[in-house]
Nanobody, 117 residues
Framework: QVQLVESGGGLVQAGGSLTLSCAASRSIFRFNPMGWYRQAPGKERELVASITVGGYTNYADSVKGRFTISRDDAKYLVYLRMNSLKPEDTGVYYC???????????WGQGTQVTVSS
């Protein structure tokens, strides 16, 4: 059974930091790139960061230089370190595997990040 469990969200002031964690099941994590997605209120879900099995990372322009994605292959965990947070970073954050460049059909419950100005 595929599981994706996100945690670490919360309320933070602008300029603050948070680290999100995602626990993934082995079947979806082991051989796939992993990504963090964000869904802001009233907007579509967007990919903000991804990391390949080999550790190559890619970021959306809006978070480049502020967010860092990493993965722990021994524990099937994916992290998103978010620094210098802005109100526009507010949203529900989800992790997922990328299958041929697209998210898998499995989604967790997400974790809410709210950045106050």
């Amino acid at each position: 059974q595929v599981q994706l469990v996100e945690s670490g969200g919360g309320l933070v002031q602008a300029g603050g930091s948070l680290t999100l964690s995602c626990a993934a099941s082995r079947s979806i994590f082991r051989f796939n790139p992993m990504g963090w997605y964000r869904q802001a209120p009233g907007k579509e879900r967007e990919l903000v960061a991804s990391i390949t099995v080999g550790g190559y990372t890619n970021y959306a322009d809006s978070v480049k230089g502020r967010f860092t994605i990493s993965r722990d292959d021994a524990k099937y965990l994916v992290y998103l370190r978010m620094n210098s947070l802005k109100p526009e970073d507010t949203g529900v954050y989800y992790c997922n595997a990328l299958i041929l460049g697209r998210p898998s059909d499995y989604w967790g419950q997400g974790t809410q990040v709210t950045v106050s100005s």
